[in-house]
């Protein structure tokens, strides 16, 4: 159906996360609960979106922007509560133009919410006619949430807060998500006369329910999946959504073809994308837009970031971020690959390599204890274990390039800016400061003194 509006509510501040930041800014799955809830409602494409801010308000509008340019951001006043929210966001959007249709509202404390989900109510909504329609779930415990209370025939009377609730209502497991559908017009008279005699002092937006029963049917529809529509009010609360939301994302990947050898120990991100025969060892975290191709192998205990890991080519024990590695490449074990590395077909990055704006030819190893950044490295080339390309004077960034079938000694040290050209050998202990011409050795002189007898006799 046509979505007049939505509206959703971000004004809060969630004392019980104790945080320095707005409750709606923490971040499940890689995206914070206010991006998750405006994609899903986004999704929607209603006529006008609006945000409610109020507690760090400029931050909070800020991300809102950053999540949709279009967004109309509403400042809530001091007066708390939802109904106080709605008000004055109903305020806001009649200035400017005509709200005709239905008005969608959502808290933003919901971040696995789902546009699925919203489809079905807004679908319901219409079929029955209502004037208002709020969305329930059923939980097993439903402490803290508002209670839905209903008549003898099923239809909804009210909905009561918990600190309000007597103790048959704190009996009901049905409860309210925090998101509805009214009709504008309906809405508008049902917030106009909100009062906060109630236990917080708060104007509540679910006593606009009862204001709308006087003038128009209100309805109930209960969410198919209580975890889509699950409320997150402390960091226990987190924790536990977040896990149950992460084993369907392992199962989903599973039965797509992939394995996962430990699900519990596994963290995969909304983003992430594997190919089938892919295997993730435990220990491993997926996140951003991570892509693993086909018969890759990662892990164990490794974090890859927005990494593209193509077809047959294995990290273990490594960070991995914004890198793309290239088929059948052995990365690990305790290698770190920071933003901006292109690696090869067949290449290796050992154990405790640093690469960092690196491109590295097919074939090429950097087998241990090396750093490269800044550097393009030619195909089959080999560097030797302690080599060192020192890129930074202290005030700009330099350049490397080591050609092909290039074989590098160890402990060699180059002193960018440097090339470095094909079928070049360098002696162990190098430093590099010029440029060296193709197929040639080049190695530094060291002399080696030993001074016999030089500790005292005490010491001896």
């Given amino acids: 159906m046509a979505l007049s509006a939505a509206i959703i509510l971000a004004a809060g501040e969630g004392t019980r996360m104790r945080s320095n930041k ?50 109309t951001i509403v400042n809530q006043d001091d007066i708390p509560g939802t109904g106080r929210a709605v008000q004055c966001a109903m305020a806001q959007l009649t200035q400017q133009g005509n709200l005709d249709g239905a008005v969608l509202i959502a808290a933003s404390d919901m971040p696995l919410l789902d546009t699925d989900t919203l489809d079905q109510l807004l679908a319901f909504h219409e079929r029955s006619g209502n004037g208002a329609t709020v969305l329930t779930t059923m939980l097993v415990d439903p402490t803290g949430y508002g209670r839905i209370i209903r008549d003898s025939d099923g239809n909804v009377l009210r909905i009561v807060e918990q600190k309000d609730a007597n103790s048959s209502e704190l009996a009901v497991h049905e409860v309210n998500t925090s998101v509805y559908v009214f009709d504008a017009k309906l809405l508008a008279e049902a917030i106009a006369n909100l009062k906060s005699d ?4 708060e104007f509540y937006l679910t006593d606009a329910l009862e204001a709308a029963k006087a003038k128009g049917a209100v309805g109930a529809f209960a969410a198919p999946d209580p975890l889509s529509v699950e409320g997150v009010n ?46 993730i060892l435990p220990g491993c975290f997926l996140e951003g837009h991570t892509v693993i191709g086909e018969a890759a192998e990662i892990g164990p205990y ?64 950097v087998p241990h204890l090396s750093y490269v950044g800044d550097a393009d490295l030619g195909e ?11 890129n930074y004077d202290g005030v700009h960034k330099h350049h490397t390039t080591i050609g092909s079938n290039v074989h590098v000694g160890a402990g060699n040290l180059f002193v960018a800016p440097v090339k470095v050209g094909d ?33 005292p006799e005490w010491e001896r």
């Fill in 22 to 71: 707005p409750k709606v800014l923490h971040t499940l799955a890689g995206k914070t609960f206010l991006n998750r809830v405006m994609d899903s409602v986004s999704a929607l494409d209603p006529d006008t979106l609006a945000v409610v801010v109020h507690y760090q308000a400029e931050r909070v509008a800020e991300a809102a922007r950053s999540y949709n340019e279009r967004v």
């Fill in 198 to 201: 109630n236990a917080q002092g």
């Fill in 380 to 390: 089959h080339t080999n560097i030797g274990g302690g080599t060192i390309t020192a």
């Fill in 423 to 455: 079928g070049v050998t360098t002696g162990a202990g190098s430093v590099v400061r010029h440029d060296v011409p193709a197929d040639s050795m080049v190695y530094s002189e060291n002399t080696q003194h030993v001074v016999e007898g030089w500790k």
């Fill in 234 to 279: 402390d960091r226990v609360q987190l924790a536990n959504l977040a896990k149950g939301h992460n084993k369907r994302v392992c199962e989903r990947w599973m039965r797509e073809g992939v394995t996962i050898l430990d699900p519990d120990t596994t963290w995969i991100e909304d983003d992430v994308e594997i190919a089938r025969d892919a295997v």
């Fill in 302 to 365: 490794t974090t890859l970031i927005r990494a593209t890991i193509d077809a047959e080519a294995h990290v273990e024990r490594s960070r991995v971020q914004e890198t793309h590695i290239g088929r059948a490449a052995n990365i690990g074990p305790w290698t770190y690959l920071r933003p901006g590395n292109e690696l090869g077909e067949g290449t290796k990055a050992g154990a405790f390599v640093e690469m960092k704006k690196a491109h590295i030819g097919n074939g090429t190893k």
